[in-house]
């Protein structure tokens, strides 16, 4: 069954309204099963799967033996099965997917509708009848199967709009959310992965993990995932390149991960040197009219 989204009639990048649904569209899920399975990906990953609780979700990172990462995600258990939750241009298509419809449910309202529909969700995951909540603060990943999930939107008397106004609260929120374009260019502590805690510094080996703890451990991370918004007459993508304003003049500054756009409106997550300054001028490549300015993390890299 189809479920159409409409285009957010507000201006999702500055707000949000009371109660929003959002199609997840632009995500896919990837269903790990047996325990040889669930074991073999627990090698692979940054994130500990071993002690990943019933009632928890986590990021994580695929990495390659330099670790550069191939995807991140969100990672959680129904039963006997593993779920992946990534941007699905990044889904490895040799891994089933589960054929499940994913809706994002934020705003004021949020806990109510949700409460409404399957109860009080007060754990970061909370397995519910055909699927899954996802608890991420105050906003919600509603994961069902698609004919219970058209039920949940009919239910919610709510318009569900496309996934921009969903990226824009993941962009705000700093996630490392990356596409098949940036796939096994960065070391996860590139795009902040170590802050929110997407790795395990304590679990045994895995994919990359020589080149991820010698960052850590001696350092030497150069670049960071930053919050950036502004104007362009351009329209952007993951493809579309950074200026940053030096002495000499406008040089390369960095590639953007994850971008929403509502006419000249941007906002859009990036990588860029770590020691960018928060009061740095920024500008798409090929608009010089164009202005970013970086907005503040709601995390803190110092600790992690």
Not at 66 to 86: C, E, Q, V
Not at 143 to 154: E, P, Q, R
Not at 210 to 238: F, P, V, W
Request: hydrophobic share 40%; aromatic share 6%.
């Amino acid at each position: 069954m189809t479920i159409s989204a409409s285009q957010p009639d507000w201006d999702f990048i500055s707000t949000t309204p009371a109660l929003m649904l959002s199609s997840l569209s632009h995500m896919g899920l990837i269903e790990v099963t047996g325990e040889q399975g669930r074991s073999f990906i627990h090698g692979q990953v940054t994130t500990d799967i071993t002690s990943l609780n019933a009632d928890q979700w986590k990021w994580g990172a695929h990495c390659d033996p330099k670790g550069k990462m191939l995807a991140s995600f969100r990672t959680f258990a129904i039963a006997d099965s593993l779920f992946m939750l990534m941007p699905i241009s990044t889904l490895d298509i040799d891994l089933p997917q589960l054929k499940k419809y994913a809706v994002g449910v934020a705003g004021h309202d949020a806990q109510a509708l949700i409460t409404q529909q399957f109860g009080e969700i007060n754990a970061a995951l909370t397995l519910i009848d055909g699927g899954a909540v996802l608890r991420d603060g105050e906003r919600y990943i509603v994961v069902l199967a698609n004919d219970n999930a058209a039920a949940f939107v009919k239910a919610a008397q709510q318009p569900l709009v496309t996934a921009s106004a969903w990226q824009a609260l993941e962009i705000k929120a700093g996630y490392p959310n990356i596409d098949a374009n940036h796939s096994g260019q960065y070391v996860a502590q590139m795009c902040n992965l170590q802050a929110i805690d997407g790795i395990s510094f304590n679990k045994g080996c895995y994919m990359g993990q020589e080149t991820i703890a010698r960052m850590k451990y001696r350092g030497g991370n150069k670049r960071a995932l930053y919050i950036l918004s502004g104007t362009t007459s351009q329209t952007i993508s993951t493809e579309t390149q950074l200026d940053i304003a030096l002495e000499e003049g406008f040089r390369r500054g960095g590639n953007i991960i994850e971008c929403v756009q509502q006419g000249e409106h941007v906002l859009l997550t990036a990588v860029l040197a770590n020691d960018t300054e928060n009061t740095a001028k920024l500008r798409i490549a090929d608009d010089e009219n164009s202005q970013l300015s970086i907005i503040e993390l709601p995390y803190s890299l110092a600790d992690a």
